[in-house]
């Protein structure tokens, strides 16, 4: 990182620490791009994705994605995604609801790339978790079995 | 509004790991048809540790009833409060606060 | 020399304590240990011994989802000792259980019912029960007693499997943990021994339309799947309830809980046969025998199941 | 299967003694029902005449294992009536010993009791429920010959499953009959 750079960015988040209250400074992605939530582009990954950063293109790697091969039970899927890019949003996406995105966070400057979280899956489908530096997208997927969990009672 | 959200914090070599249940019934669209009620989720939720910014997260209807997250950030923060504040489809929000260990 | 004969008193006397006890839970204890030996040697080496233990599993199975090399205390946790892939959520889900607020409302439940706290001093019990009662010559389950203290202080008695009834048991199971209980079942009577022995023949009896035992899918079955269940052990079954299951708190979180007579309903069911009553003699010697299995493992619960 | 014999055998027994008090006038070495048992040691002494019989002269009834429940749950052969009576009978025991079938929602009495509403009002059909005792609307309902059929069968092999089980259920015991 040069020192322009370097200072560029300490400048960016001085502003930004100035400027957002203290309670809420939340970027809401629900507001910025709704089309990636809800709508005809919302339901497969690709369009989703496209609505939410402009591509779908992503580069396999340097994401660490856990969740269960078989979930025990669909109603609650934990789902950790890693990672040590400097990425600036990570966002988390599945097929197996109607519409495809779960959650985008937003990296805080301390942040660390380690979220975990719990989702529905109405059904046996993949879980994409792409990580954003820059503009360029980083992913991992994995598939997720949903079954009728559990015997008895 | 809602119930005090369950928050776990603990600090170990600079790095704060942070457990947070809300407490929300995360109604998606599908479940509240056939429950006949109106749908309503979580749809931010931010953790500030002396006003900064720690997490900030735009969520869907697809996380988990009472939802679960768990997330680190950097920095010497042991004694000080984790502040977690959600807000949900209604405009409903909560803000709970947890010292951290 | 006063001193030199009480010591030897004692020490006989102790002597013929552990004869007597000896006596009667003699059966039990050798049924015990060849439980044990039984499933640390089929999950010595699943793969190695497949043709023994695991006829109907997958290589994939064997190699990548079954754990090998599993110790006694190892079968505490149900199933999740040996399959890898639940093992994963149940870890994260344990990261902060759903119950944990539960356990809180049944010490609420605890400290406001002076009833209860009369009868149950001593939250941290949760190794104690099932117990023969010599006196009435019959099983108490934690369940029974509860319900028998509340009904002699004349009120009306807890529903058996849910709700209150769990939630307070989940405080007694978590303070039990606490103090690092561990399940200790006695067997001081022939007809303890007997009460017993019909809980053991009830467990090996194939019952219900589907001619299924309970040890045909949690002894030999153990390890193996129906559907794509994975199914758990006798061993450690009893040291964990109340459970909280995934799908019993889908809709509300308060109904996640249940007892083992909730749990064990369901499977009689599954049977294929007309559920035992929760406060049955049949029930309660059945989990007597099962607790007495479990002997010697610690109390882990309340605990989290799919 | 023990407990429904010797309540048969006690019931035998009190219909013998009964009728022994009125049938004083014969001979104690003679047979008076023809059994091959001197009636001094007859404790059935009027079984019909063909009858099988053990030492004591009463009936041999067959145990539950050697019922066959193929032909006495036929309703081709013994008639709706008869098959669901059949069921009914040894439900009854089966429900006291606590082995009573349940398949889904419903319990072995709820397909007897089915099918006799469905005599009584001439239906063809026998609605399945769920647990809570309700319709089942997932499942299709049986025809009240297959629900009769099923009803006997089921309650005839509880008993022969319970009777089994006395035998052989420390097979599946590690350390007693198991072996591995």
Redesign the interface.
């Known amino acids: 990182m040069n020192r322009r750079k370097f200072l560029g960015l300490g400048l960016g988040l001085g502003v930004a620490?100035v400027m957002?209250p203290?309670?809420?400074?939340?970027?809401?992605?629900?507001d910025t791009k709704p089309g990636a939530?809800s709508g005809q582009n919302a339901t497969a990954i690709d369009s989703s994705m496209k609505e939410l950063y402009g591509t779908s293109a992503t580069t396999e790697g340097k994401v660490k994605l856990?969740a269960?091969?078989?979930?025990?039970?669909g109603?609650?899927?934990?789902v950790?995604i890693s990672s040590k890019l400097a990425g600036k949003t990570v966002a988390l996406f599945?097929d197996a609801?109607?519409?495809s995105?779960?959650?985008?966070?937003?990296v805080?400057?301390?942040?660390?790339i380690?979220?975990?979280?719990?989702?529905?899956?109405?059904k046996t489908g993949k879980v994409v978790a792409v990580v954003e530096v820059d503009g360029k997208l980083y992913s991992a997927s994995a598939n997720v079995?949903v079954?009728a969990?559990?015997?008895?009672? | 509004m809602g119930n005090k959200s369950r928050i776990k914090a603990k600090e170990k070599k600079g790095?704060t790991t942070a457990k947070v249940m809300a407490k929300h019934p995360?109604m998606?669209?599908?479940e509240a048809k056939k429950k006949g009620k109106k749908a309503n989720f979580i749809?931010?939720m931010?953790a500030?540790v002396d006003?900064?910014?720690?997490?900030?997260?735009?969520?869907?209807?697809?996380?988990?009833?009472n939802?679960?997250?768990?997330?680190?950030?950097?920095?010497s923060n042991k004694g000080k409060k984790l502040?977690f504040?959600w807000?949900d489809l209604s405009g409903a929000t909560r803000?709970d606060k947890k010292k951290i260990k | 020399m006063l001193l030199k004969i009480a010591k030897t008193t004692a020490i006989l006397a102790l002597t013929a304590c552990t004869l007597n006890a000896g006596e009667f839970n003699a059966q039990a204890e050798k049924d015990r240990l060849a439980l044990v030996d039984y499933m640390e040697a089929k999950f010595a080496d699943p793969l190695k011994n497949r043709y023994t233990f695991f006829p109907y599993s997958t290589d994939d199975e064997l190699k990548n989802n079954i754990a090998s090399g599993l110790k006694h205390q190892d079968f505490a946790i149900g199933n999740y000792a040996f399959s890898k892939?639940?093992k994963?959520?149940?870890d994260?889900?344990k990261?902060m259980p759903p119950y944990e607020e539960l356990v809180e409302e049944g010490e609420e439940i605890y400290n406001n019912n002076a009833v209860i706290k009369a009868c149950f001093p001593d939250p941290a019990i949760g190794g104690d029960y099932p117990y023969f009662d010599e006196s009435k010559k019959e099983v108490v389950t934690l369940t029974s007693a509860i319900n028998k203290c509340i009904t002699d202080a004349g009120e009306k008695k807890w529903n058996e499997k849910k709700g209150k009834m769990a939630i307070l048991q989940s405080y007694f199971a978590a303070a039990s943990m606490d103090a690092e209980k561990k399940v200790d079942i006695k067997i001081e009577s022939a007809e303890a021994a007997a009460a017993y022995e019909r809980g053991k023949e009830a467990y090996y009896t194939q019952r219900g339309y589907l001619k299924l035992s309970c040890a045909t899918c949690h002894v030999q079955g153990a390890g193996q799947r129906?559907?794509?269940?994975s199914l758990s052990q006798l061993l450690g079954h009893t040291t964990h309830f109340p459970v909280f299951?995934?799908?019993?708190g889908?809709d509300k979180v308060a109904n996640g809980l249940?007892t083992l007579e909730?749990?064990m309903?369901?499977?009689n069911?599954?049977q294929g046969e007309n559920p035992h009553k929760a406060n049955s003699k049949w029930m309660k010697e059945l989990l007597y025998f099962m607790a007495y299995m479990s002997n010697g493992m610690n109390i882990d619960g309340p605990d989290i199941?799919? | 299967m023990k407990k429904l014999y010797s309540i048969t055998i006690a019931a035998g027994l009190a219909l013998a003694l009964a009728g022994c008090a009125g049938n004083n006038a014969s001979t104690p070495s003679g047979d008076r029902d023809g059994d091959g048992i001197a009636n001094i040691s007859d404790q059935c002494p009027n079984t019909v005449l063909g009858t099988k019989v053990s030492k004591d002269g009463c009936k041999i009834y067959p145990t539950i294992l050697e019922l066959n429940e193929k032909e006495l749950c036929s309703v081709d052969k013994n008639g709706i009536e008869s098959v669901i009576a059949t069921a009914a009978k040894y439900n009854k025991t089966a429900k006291a010993h606590g082995v009573e079938f349940k398949r889904l929602g419903m319990t072995n009495t709820q397909y007897i009791d089915g099918v006799n509403k469905a005599l009584k009002t001439g239906g063809k059909m026998v609605v399945l429920l769920n647990k809570k005792g309700k319709p089942d609307k997932k499942l299709k309902p049986v025809t009240v010959k297959y629900a009769a059929e099923r009803a006997c069968k089921f309650a005839i092999s509880a008993l022969a499953q319970e009777a089994e089980g006395k035998t052989n259920w420390r097979l599946a015991v590690p350390g007693d009959g198991y072996k591995y």
């Open positions: 620490a957002t203290a309670t809420l400074s939340a970027t809401n992605f629900r939530w856990k269960p091969a078989i979930a025990e039970n109603a609650v899927v934990p950790t599945q609801n109607p519409e995105l779960v959650a985008v966070f937003t805080p400057a301390n942040g660390v380690d979220y975990s979280l719990r989702i529905k899956m109405a079995k079954t969990g559990g015997c008895g009672g | 790095v995360m998606s669209y599908d749809t931010s931010v500030t006003g900064e910014t720690v997490y900030e997260a735009s969520t869907s209807q697809f996380l988990s009833k939802p679960f997250v768990k997330f680190k950030f950097k920095g502040v504040t807000t803000t | 892939q639940g994963f959520s149940y994260e889900i990261e129906v559907r794509n269940e299951r995934l799908k019993w889908k249940g909730r749990r309903t369901g499977c069911k599954d199941r799919k």
